[in-house]
């Protein structure tokens, strides 16, 4: 297994990853046609980082919480988190520049950043300490509005949450991923998973957590991840709309321009939205109707659900459509406006498939 991407810590072999077009190199997506089973192992989970992994050693680290916002000061080193009450919740996280480079295919030019395709997600369980709780032992006060989470990487990734976000359930200071100790990739050793938003609001390799009685802005909330363009009004000190809630999205498990044998298949994906649990799944393939897939259990909420339907496939090109309904009638759309950062590409697509 050959490491091609020099920021990256893991393997990250051609059967299991895709480098993205034009993407940095501390950016891989998994490829969806390698998936088994309902969890992403940590071998396989798409990695999108800012800045190359960092190497930080456990015993020398620690999580400083400060602010206004709280009655004291905390500082907290590893074992200390590992002594709090554990939890653990099974949680997707998505890059919100998922699927940028069909906003190329639909508009004819390249939104800005990695040319991701549609496997910039992955599901996990991942366990921890409540963020709610560590900021309870600081004392957050009535008057706190803003959590900043900042990240140890070169430059420090920093993107903040409201303090009703930060103190929900299941949003998490994750230290293990499907049972594993956090890999270096993906935070070790600790990092946020802010359940159904942007994959950024998931800050890895945490060192300090900020909480503001005043309204926080970093480059990653009023520059980039947010909703700018002709479509989106800015909000300032934003260039637009800065991005939260994930929105509902289906994920096939082929290769683009997939190659398959005549005769019948069964063909499968995956379905995710932030918005609430994901009701169905249609696919069409060709100019044929709508028909429902088959969806798989376990269905779990700010996770994936996934889904099967078996296809008679004849020689020659064909193309398969899918989409996606959650619980609270958010259904993928045809198009969606272009925005200057290439953000929530949701739109249906119409993946290639040949028949030999």
């Given at each position: 297994m050959s490491n091609d991407t020099g920021g990256i810590d893991k393997p990250t072999p051609k059967a299991w990853f895709h480098v993205p077009e034009h993407g940095e190199n501390s950016n891989v997506e998994t490829r969806l046609a390698s998936l088994e089973g309902y969890l992403t192992p940590n071998s396989r989970f798409f990695v999108r980082s800012h800045n190359p992994t960092p190497r930080i050693d456990a015993s020398e680290w620690r999580l400083r919480i400060h602010g206004d916002g709280l009655s004291r000061a905390l500082e907290l080193d590893y074992a200390a988190l590992r002594a709090m009450?554990?939890?653990?919740?099974?949680?997707?996280?998505e890059c919100a520049g998922n699927a940028r480079a069909f906003f190329a295919e639909r508009y004819g030019q390249q939104a800005g950043g990695a040319q991701w395709h549609t496997g910039a997600i992955g599901v996990a369980e991942w366990s921890g300490v409540r963020l709610r709780d560590v900021l309870e032992r600081a004392g957050i006060t009535e008057a706190a509005r803003d959590v900043l989470p900042v990240g140890l990487d070169e430059k420090g990734f920093a993107r903040p949450l409201p303090v009703a976000k930060a103190m929900a359930d299941d949003t998490l200071i994750a230290l293990t991923m499907n049972g594993e100790q956090l890999p270096p990739d993906h935070g070790f050793p600790a990092r946020l998973v802010v359940s159904g938003w942007l994959g950024a609001a998931s800050i890895k390799w945490l060192g300090e957590i900020r909480v503001s009685t005043q309204a926080l802005h970093t480059h990653w909330n009023t520059r980039d991840y947010t909703l700018a363009g002709p479509d989106y009004p800015a909000q300032p000190p934003a260039d637009g709309i800065p991005i939260t809630t994930m929105p509902v999205m289906s994920?096939?498990?082929?290769?683009?321009?997939?190659?398959?044998?005549?005769?019948?298949?069964?063909?499968?994906?995956?379905?995710?939205?932030?918005?609430?649990?994901v009701c169905r799944v249609e696919y069409a393939v060709n100019d044929a109707p709508w028909r429902?897939?088959?969806?798989?259990?376990?269905?779990?909420?700010?996770?994936?659900?996934?889904?099967?339907?078996?296809?008679?496939a004849t020689p020659g090109p064909h193309v398969v459509r899918i989409r996606a309904t959650d619980e609270n009638g958010h259904v993928q759309p045809e198009s969606v406006p272009w925005n200057d950062h290439g953000c929530l590409y949701n739109a249906v697509i119409a993946h290639p498939v040949r028949v030999g």
């Open positions: 009450p554990q939890v653990a919740v099974t949680r997707a996280i994920v096939i498990e082929l290769d683009w321009n997939a190659e398959l044998p005549a005769g019948e298949h069964t063909l499968r994906g995956r379905a995710f939205s932030g918005e609430g649990r429902d897939a088959h969806l798989e259990t376990p269905n779990i909420p700010g996770a994936w659900v996934r889904w099967a339907f078996r296809w008679q």
